[in-house]
């Protein structure tokens, strides 16, 4: 099992900044790749950036240049934070982080409990 807990949400004024930050513990030793998602109401949970065990990133096409996905990899916790600058009221979400964990060639997908993140125009 992993446990992932996610802190620094909260309500920041356009064109602000935030940092997210996600601690995964527990079976982290085949945790592959980790990300962020969000939801805002209404509309279907989407991949806001991701990055693999081997430092690969993906972002989505409207935080690219705006946000930063990076991963710390210490002893028994897996750090993952989201730099997001240059916020717009459409960032407006709940943001979870994900961690993939692979086993004898299963998926397990492991969710934290959200964070929301308010953009106030």
């Known amino acids: 099992q992993v446990q992932l807990v996610e802190s620094g949400g909260g309500l920041v004024q356009l064109g602000g900044s935030l940092r997210l930050s996600c601690a995964a513990s527990g079976s982290i030793f085949r945790i592959n790749a980790m990300g962020w998602y969000r939801q805002a109401p209404g509309k279907e949970r989407e991949l806001v950036a991701a990055?693999?065990?081997?430092?690969?990133?993906?972002?989505a096409d409207s935080v690219k240049g705006r946000f930063t996905i990076s991963r710390d990899n210490a002893k028994n916790t897996v750090y993952l934070q989201l730099q997001m600058n240059s916020l717009k009221p459409e960032d407006t979400a709940v943001y979870s982080c994900?961690?993939?964990?692979?086993?004898?060639?299963?998926?397990?997908?492991?969710w934290g409990q959200g964070t929301q993140v308010t953009v106030s125009s």
């Open positions: 994900n961690a993939d964990r692979v086993v004898r060639g299963s998926v397990f997908h492991y």
């Open positions: 990055i693999t065990s081997g430092g690969y990133t993906n972002y």
